[in-house]
């Protein structure tokens, strides 16, 4: 899956196609997004966490109602596709049925893809966040909560904003990167390694890795030789 745009809202069909025909486009086009609705889906262990990952705030998205490249406004919980495909895990690909179609999350609900103005009223409404999910874990939400301010991307995209700038300002906009980077990756390690989360679980609890999502503010990370290089780039 593309590391940092959501899925495409469907082109509307024909007027004369307004009637779901079960081919499965609209899951193949991407898992949807989480609301306050879907709480107890995962709470229940339904949509498990492990399933889910999260667009922090802050970080590089695609509107998909407004057609934009935008920057998450809050947390935005999505489903995971299956590795590298947009698909829904969901999805049973010889049915083409959803395999949670009884208790299916409130945008797959409203997606009728011959109309998707009920999709669109409820796109940005009452979005699901880690904190209604993990407020309630003693350490955890302490730890993400300190993770986020540690690694922002409000504060990346300032930053990101002096790679041009005079050599002193980008070398100190390189430095303060550098370290969020090491900080992420190594917070990433500790959890698995001392078993307070499994390694499929990380993309939730922490959003993807920032060694993924720099590209959205045009920086490439390399390592090379044991050591981190920031690569930056202005796209004209």
């Given amino acids: 899956m593309p590391p940092h745009l959501t899925n495409p809202v469907m082109a509307p069909l024909k007027p004369t196609d307004q009637t779901c025909q079960k081919c499965g486009t609209c899951c193949r086009k991407g898992g949807p997004a989480l609301h306050l609705e879907d709480r ?18 802050g970080e590089p998205v695609r509107d998909n ?87 922002g991307y409000h504060t990346i995209r300032d930053l990101a904003g002096q790679f041009a700038s005079e050599p002193s300002e980008q ?10 980077v090491k900080y992420d990756e190594s917070l990433r390690k500790l959890l698995v390694e001392n078993g307070h989360a499994p390694q499929n679980m990380l993309d939730f609890l922490l959003g993807r890795p920032l060694i993924e999502t720099l590209h959205g503010f045009h920086i490439k990370v390399e390592h090379t030789a044991g050591h981190i290089r920031l690569v930056h780039s202005i796209l004209t």
């Fill in 40 to 57: 107890a889906l995962v709470l229940e262990g339904l949509i498990p966490a492990e399933a889910l990952y999260t667009i922090r705030s």
């Fill in 65 to 151: 109602v407004e057609e934009r490249l935008s920057y998450a406004p809050i947390d935005i919980i999505k489903i995971k596709g299956r590795g590298n495909d947009w698909c829904c895990r969901f999805l049973e690909d010889e049915s083409a049925c959803c395999t949670i179609y009884d208790r299916r999350p409130g945008e797959c609900q409203a997606l009728q893809c011959w109309d998707t103005r009920a999709i669109e009223a409820l796109y940005k409404q009452n979005r699901l966040t880690r904190q209604d999910l993990l407020k309630e874990a003693e350490g955890l939400w302490e730890l993400i909560a300190d993770h986020d301010q540690r690694c």
């Fill in 171 to 180: 070398a100190t906009a390189r430095r303060t990167i550098t370290e969020m």
